[in-house]
């Protein structure tokens, strides 16, 4: 398989994907450690949850600021510098004494997390070649695409066998590891655009969005509406200056205006579109499959497996189709099977199995996953080089915002089925709530497929078939 790469930048890709498995597989293997750790540090459901949703927000306050750090730091020092701090984390999170501590760890985790996600792949299509892209997307997907599939199942065994603090002593030694690669074999990259130090940006955007992805994540459980609606109220407004205030600035910390590329922004849309889609999705199936289909809480992990697995291997497959053939023809037949399975989950019933569920859902994650990459590729290669890692900043950061969203949105439709069928019994109005959110996830992902169609017209296709050709 040629993709234009030597020998030196293959070990420098695979140094860097380790670091990438590392941080992916940390957001999915403290799930099943909850109970334990809420029965040995003595804290209840509402606080323990904040290892995982805190985790979330503080990687995305991060984000933003990823293409500055690429700009500061050099390659290796960003990256030795992140794993290290993520191995740090690691071991206050191990030995812990108390919540506090364990969450200062998670914190710490987390930092690395949204500084390292966006360089990794940044750098990795820097090193490719153009032509070659594609299969570069596809290869950082399936190493993203698997490890959430895996990691609830590995942690499982060492939880039940060891104890949850073994799972943080692992990470540690495990990122030791990465750190003694790194230093023998990853190499700086050139190619990122230094950029200004502004604190009045870095309170603008970390404060925003603190408050906006928090408020969205609580919109449905809050007991105080107002106050909720007041924080995302204050997100947007701050998010808004901020992006204001990059687009004023000669040397922006984040460069927002490069959503003035037309395709570049039609590829974040559509991006957004299918994460809002999916994060809803993985929030109400496993809801659909305990509460209408009375299984187990086991049974709808392993409804999900499938898809994430399958869909793990079609986004390298479509990253090396849209190499060869382009946009259009990629992108378009994932996205209609995405739209097809999202129809497939709102003829689900009382009287579906988990088995048609899953499959419903492994068509739904299939064709989606079928789809990212192409889409993220098509958007960043519509850029300049010295562009990509603010891309990446700014593509992750609305991920960010469309899950959060996607999740609040999905939920809260569900909810209705409690006021349009008031004298219904509970198990009627789980079903009709299903059957609404699964209805607006086929919604969404329609207008993703929508947009598609509505904007790959573009002769970047002949384009990406010459280039392949070369």
């Known amino acids: 398989m040629k993709l234009g790469i030597n020998r030196k930048q293959w070990i420098m890709v695979i140094v860097l994907l380790m670091g990438t498995l590392l941080a992916v597989l940390n957001m999915s293997v403290v799930t099943p450690a909850l109970p334990s750790i809420m029965k040995d540090l003595g804290v209840d459901s509402t606080t323990v949850q904040w290892l995982s949703s805190g985790y979330s927000l503080v990687e995305a306050m991060v984000i933003p600021l990823a293409a500055f750090l690429m700009g500061r730091f050099s390659t290796r020092r ?27 760890g998670r914190v710490l985790q987390a930092l690395c997390t949204g500084a390292i996600m966006p360089m990794v792949t940044a750098v990795i299509l820097l090193v490719f070649p153009k032509e070659s892209r594609g299969t570069a997307m596809g290869i950082t997907g399936l190493v993203v695409g698997f490890a959430p599939a895996l990691g609830p199942s590995i ?13 943080f002593v692992i990470m540690a030694a495990v990122s030791l590891v990465v750190i003694a690669l790194a230093a023998v074999y990853l190499r700086n990259f050139d190619g990122f655009q230094p950029g200004a130090f502004d604190p009045v940006s870095v309170l603008l955007s970390s404060v925003g969005l603190a408050c906006l992805l928090y408020g969205l994540s609580t919109f449905t459980s809050t007991g105080n509406m107002a106050l909720t609606v007041a924080l995302i109220v ?27 590329n037309r395709t570049y922004a039609h590829s ?51 990253g090396r189709l849209f190499d060869k053939y382009g946009i259009r023809k990629v992108a378009l037949p994932g996205l209609t099977v995405m739209t ?73 439709i569900s909810a209705l089925s409690t006021t349009l069928a008031p004298t219904a019994t509970e198990h009627a109005q789980s079903i009709l709530g299903s059957t609404l959110a699964f209805a607006a996830i086929a919604v969404i992902l329609a207008a993703a497929l ?3 169609l509505l904007t790959t017209r573009t002769h970047r296709d002949a384009t990406k078939r010459t280039l392949a050709g070369q």
């Open 78 to 104: 960003l990256f030795i510098g992140c794993i290290s701090l993520f191995a740090a984390g690691s071991l206050v999170a191990a030995f812990a004494p108390t919540f506090p501590l364990l969450m200062v």
């Open 155 to 167: 942690s499982g065994v060492i939880i039940d066998s060891f104890g949850w603090r073994t799972l």
């Open 234 to 260: 204050i997100g947007v407004l701050l998010v808004a200056v901020f992006a204001r205030r990059q687009l004023k600035a000669k040397e922006p910390m984040l460069r927002v205006g490069i959503l003035d």
């Open 268 to 318: 974040v849309i559509i991006v957004a579109c299918m994460q809002a889609a999916l994060m809803g999705c993985n929030v109400m199936v496993p809801m659909f499959i305990q509460t209408v289909l009375g299984a187990s809480a086991t049974a709808s992990g392993l409804a999900m497996l499938p898809g994430a697995l399958i869909g793990a291997c079609c986004g390298i497959v479509s």
């Open 340 to 412: 097809i399975g999202g129809v497939l989950m709102t003829l689900l019933g009382a009287d579906a199995s988990v088995v048609v569920t899953a499959c419903a859902y492994t068509v739904l994650y299939a064709g989606l996953m079928f789809a990212m990459t192409p889409v993220n590729t098509w958007g960043i290669n519509a850029l300049d080089n010295e562009n990509i890692g603010h891309a990446q900043s700014v593509t992750n950061t609305v991920g960010q915002i469309a899950s959060s969203m996607g999740t609040a949105l999905i939920v809260s």
């Open 450 to 452: 929508i947009t598609a």
